[in-house]
């Protein structure tokens, strides 16, 4: 008898997942632990794993179905075995889009003929990447990432084919198509009109909320209702991390990765530096429980990856005892994890602390939304050069980081917050001491 495959529970929240794409088709061969499709929950985009060995003989939910957890989602069996009756719909293509009744628009008032009008000239993009060009009129269905990456890179929207659920643009088209060559345009007597980079904004482009999204929307929307926000910041002198961070990567670079190579980035000294600073200033580390405030004996360190449809915060288990190696190695592994739609839904959970940063943007300093049950989230801000006054009275220039605390009021005051960024201020201008743990 066949095997029916079913929709795992890959997040503790989850109650259905959207299949994102096939990546064993009907007839291919597969073998435990072969990874069969991709799937949306409401945490990540995630690979399902096959458990059982021969083809796969039927998918039972298409391409951008929803499917709840426990359906059957494709059998597996010998050629030509017999599949199993399963209560599911026949497979059918999944609507690009769900169709959405559009207002009739009012009749518009003939406009003035012009006076002498010359015969328009055909209109030629400026910009220099493009692939097969979309038919004229047609709405451009892109993320808000690959939009804003396509406007980067110098590449026409309008010209792209998307891989994304229902053919939506995402980053990875935009990327494809800044890699390749630009075509040469023909000669024309006809002079061209001049368009932007990123060409216009288009029509209003309504498209399905995924769960990742609705589930940062609820989720967000409970914390900044429900926990009583509030906010300190601090600016430190990032002149002494900036330097050892510098020497220990030149130091490093000719060493191999088995032999402890590798680099630093300054992500990893924050990481570090904020653990110490929650051994110093343990009463950070703590959950409201209502009744009770649970004062957490281990830091679990979660962090923000931003993903193509928002921000996951993987987590590094038992942060406090691990040196900042360990940490730097770990961050890297489970951010490539997650945007390899890898990462596995318990390296999210049980977090104590959440450190965010929008530095490698140029963010200079802003107030992260609280991630529950976490009685804080730190905010980091770039490393800006400007004029600052030293111990001597004089001006010169520095380097200087803004961070930023978001707390909630019901588990800490900002008496303790302010001991907490003190803290952290000291072990961020004095790095070497991170080097220590």
Not at 120 to 139: D, L, N
Request: hydrophobic share 45%; proline share 8%; glycine share 10%.
């Amino acid at each position: 008898m066949a095997e029916i495959i079913e929709m795992p529970k890959l997040s503790d929240t989850m109650t259905v997942g959207t299949l994102i794409k096939w990546l064993k088709k009907e007839g291919d061969k597969v073998a435990p632990g072969d990874m069969l499709c991709e799937v949306e929950t409401d945490k990540a985009t995630m690979e399902v794993e096959n458990f059982a060995a021969g083809v796969v003989l039927k998918h039972f939910v298409a391409a951008g179905g929803q499917v709840p957890v426990g359906a059957p989602m494709c059998a597996v069996g010998k050629p030509g075995e017999a599949i199993p009756a399963v209560a599911v719909a026949p497979v059918t293509a999944a609507p690009a889009k769900k169709a959405t009744a559009a207002p009739t628009p009012a009749p518009k008032a003939p406009a003035p003929a012009p006076v002498a009008a010359a015969p328009k000239a055909p209109v030629e993009s400026s910009s220099p990447k493009s692939v097969a060009p979309s038919a004229p009129g047609a709405r451009i269905k892109a993320s808000p990432l690959a939009k804003k990456m396509a406007e980067q890179k110098g590449v026409a929207l309008a010209g792209l084919t998307g891989s994304g659920p229902g053919g939506r643009i995402v980053r990875a088209d935009v990327l494809a198509a800044a890699s390749k060559p630009a075509p040469v345009a023909a000669a024309s007597s006809a002079s061209a009109t001049f368009v932007p980079a990123g060409g216009p904004l288009g029509d209003d482009d309504p498209y399905p909320v995924s769960n990742m999204r609705a589930t940062i929307a609820r989720l967000l929307l409970k914390s900044k209702t429900e926990i009583p926000h509030f906010y300190v910041e601090t600016e430190i002198d990032a002149g002494p991390l900036t330097d050892l961070r510098e020497g220990l990567n030149a130091a490093l670079a000719d060493v191999p990765a088995e032999k402890g190579g590798g680099k630093f980035t300054v992500n990893d000294f924050v990481l570090k530096a904020s653990v110490e600073a929650l051994r110093r200033v343990p009463a950070v580390n703590a959950s409201w429980l209502g009744e009770t405030i649970l004062r957490h004996g281990r830091v679990h360190l979660a962090f923000g990856v931003a993903l193509e449809d928002g921000l996951v915060t993987p987590v590094i288990k038992n942060a406090d005892s691990k040196s900042i190696r360990q940490i730097s190695a770990e961050a890297k592994e489970l951010a490539g994890k997650a945007r390899a739609k890898k990462i596995k839904p318990d390296e999210m959970m049980g977090s104590t602390f959440t450190v965010t940063n929008l530095g490698m943007f140029g963010v200079t300093g802003f107030f992260g939304i609280i991630n529950p049950p976490n009685a804080a989230i730190l905010s980091v801000g770039a490393t800006v050069q400007r004029a600052v006054v030293n111990a001597h009275g004089q001006v010169v220039a520095g380097r200087r980081m803004t961070i930023g605390l978001s707390g909630d009021h019901r588990v800490i005051d900002g008496a303790v917050a302010a001991r907490y960024l003190q803290a952290l201020t000291t072990l961020l201008e004095t790095p070497a001491l991170l080097l220590l743990g």
